[in-house]
């Protein structure tokens, strides 16, 4: 399971609820022909997303910036900085 977020469960959340309540109440017909062909190209759209940008920016060592998930801290500086009352370390704020 690769690293997420709050923000991705809630997109997933979204797209869930608004595919299987509202359209499901709205347009039977219509989601009974496609209720698996959404989840199948959503997942295809990820692999081909996943090759495609294999091949157009790292295979010419372009690097992707540090959001895509490359690094699995929270981005923020004094996340390595130590909680505990009175120890010092460079660069960190003393409690």
Not at 9 to 27: D, E, L, Q, T
Not at 28 to 53: C, E, N, S
């Amino acid at each position: 399971m690769p690293y997420a977020k709050a923000v991705h469960y809630m997109s997933w959340a979204a797209v869930g609820i608004f595919f299987n309540y509202y359209v499901y109440r709205r347009f039977k017909q219509w989601w009974a022909r496609h209720t698996y062909i959404l989840p199948a190209a959503l997942d295809a759209g990820v692999g081909f997303m996943g090759v495609f940008l294999f091949f157009t920016l790292q295979s010419h060592n372009i690097s992707g910036p540090e959001c895509w998930g490359l690094d699995v801290s929270d981005h923020c500086p004094l996340a390595k900085c130590p909680i505990v009352p009175g120890i010092e370390v460079h660069g960190c704020p003393v409690l």
